[in-house]
């Protein structure tokens, strides 16, 4: 049984409340045979609508569309664009080759990641380190920046062309020893490098950084099996965990860090203390926000989250929460995550736009469909497309290894 009281899981008493929720959803049998590709697997079509979108929208140069209007008549405006987010849009391709099992557009993404070498990724001083900068008049900036959390998801994205001979291995762990400089004693990784004052700006706070920065750490360690790049990944998500406890229901769902928990569990890298702690940490990241699902089918919004019926953001919720299953050995809670992004996918599957020029792409809002809705519900982002993908494939690979559908 699951033990709710056990300091070491950290489960609030709402976690009961949800097993009520949740055990009474009934499963389907399970299907158990082995699929060479993924035709027959729930959403391969909304996936593929969405990586054809994606493909549709990078330029000759390698950038991508980053917004456009579900009206394609309506111009959006593109001067403004994200570094980090190119990255994250690289990373969900590669995720699709190696998920989705669909090497159809490998070409485009190659395009694309030299297009993000080229313009972004710079050398930082003579010691051998790399940066992603942020370009001021992109990003709305007074000055150039290299974000570490820019740098971790260049990792994620970039790491896997090491073996195809595409990048450099001193770029990639040039960006390494960038993220080791800009770490702190107790684990997290600092906002970014100020290019004005050559210093580490220590005083911003970012977030998701951390996180984003251990789960590049990771795919380097897997490009580059150096232990100090596992090491500063450890430390970064233990800090989370650390700093996470005393948050109880505050807690911020970081799905990258639970794609970095992922891999270190998965690939079997933490000792018996490092397992307890972080299962605890991935289990207090998931039940606050499990509990605010929308579970009555009656509900149009059944699958979106209280308060949040964005794409992007329910994205992330379905690649973190399939992280997290992968991290998590209690049963139980299992199935629950199981249901969450059951309907969490199935929510976002009926946002996602179907038909015409912009087929494939999800909306800012979900209620992009209604009318009266503000202009900007209406514009797809990138990025938006870039998240959900990515958790629908995540999901569909628990389905092809598990065989539940």
């Not at 190696?98 to 972004?120: C, D, Q, T």
Request: charged fraction near 25%; charge should be positive.
């Amino acid at each position: 049984m699951f033990d709710i009281s056990s300091p070491s899981i950290y489960i609030p008493t709402i976690f009961v409340c949800i097993v009520i929720v949740f055990v009474s959803f009934l499963y389907k049998d399970s299907k158990r045979h082995t699929h060479e590709n993924t035709v027959d697997l729930p959403y391969y079509t909304e996936i593929s609508l969405s990586i054809e979108y994606i493909h549709r929208n990078i330029h000759e140069d390698g950038r991508f569309q980053y917004r456009k209007h579900i009206d394609s008549e309506i111009i959006t405006e593109n001067k403004s664009y994200n570094s980090l987010r190119h990255a994250g849009v690289l990373y969900s391709m590669y995720l699709n080759e190696k998920l989705g099992l669909n090497n159809k557009y490998k070409e485009s993404r190659i395009l694309a990641s030299k297009y993000f070498i080229n313009r972004y990724i710079k050398k930082l001083g003579n010691r051998g380190k790399y940066v992603v900068i942020s370009i001021p008049e992109e990003e709305k900036i007074n000055f150039k920046i290299a974000k570490s959390g820019a740098a971790g998801v260049a990792l994620c994205a970039l790491s896997n062309l090491y073996k195809d001979g595409e990048i450099e291995l001193a770029i990639l762990q040039g960006l390494g020893e960038f993220l080791l400089s800009i770490q702190s004693e107790d684990g997290r990784f600092y906002a970014y490098y100020d290019f004005e004052t050559k210093k580490i700006n220590k005083q911003a706070q970012a977030e998701f950084y951390t996180g984003e920065a251990a789960a590049g750490l990771m795919y380097l360690y897997e490009a580059d099996p150096q232990q100090k790049w596992l090491d500063a990944a450890k430390k970064a998500v233990l800090y989370l965990a650390k700093v996470g406890k005393e948050m109880d229901m505050d807690i911020a769902f970081d799905s990258w860090s639970a794609l970095a928990m992922e891999k270190m569990f998965n690939k079997k890298l933490l000792n018996e203390e490092q397992k307890s702690i972080l299962r605890a940490y991935a289990e207090q990241m998931a039940v606050p926000i499990i509990s605010t699902q929308i579970t009555n089918k009656n509900n149009s919004y059944y699958g979106a989250f209280k308060d949040n019926v964005r794409p992007c953001s329910l994205g992330t919720i379905m690649e973190g929460l399939a992280s997290i299953y992968n991290c998590v050995d209690n049963k139980q809670f299992k199935r629950i995550i199981f249901k969450s992004l059951s309907i969490g996918n199935l929510f976002l599957s009926k946002v996602q736009v179907k038909t015409g020029e912009q087929a494939g792409g999800l909306p800012n809002s979900a209620n992009w469909v209604k009318p009266g809705v503000t202009p900007n519900a209406s514009i797809i982002r990138i990025d938006n497309v870039q998240h959900v993908m990515s958790g629908w494939l995540k999901f569909q690979n628990i389905l092809r290894l598990t065989g539940m559908y």
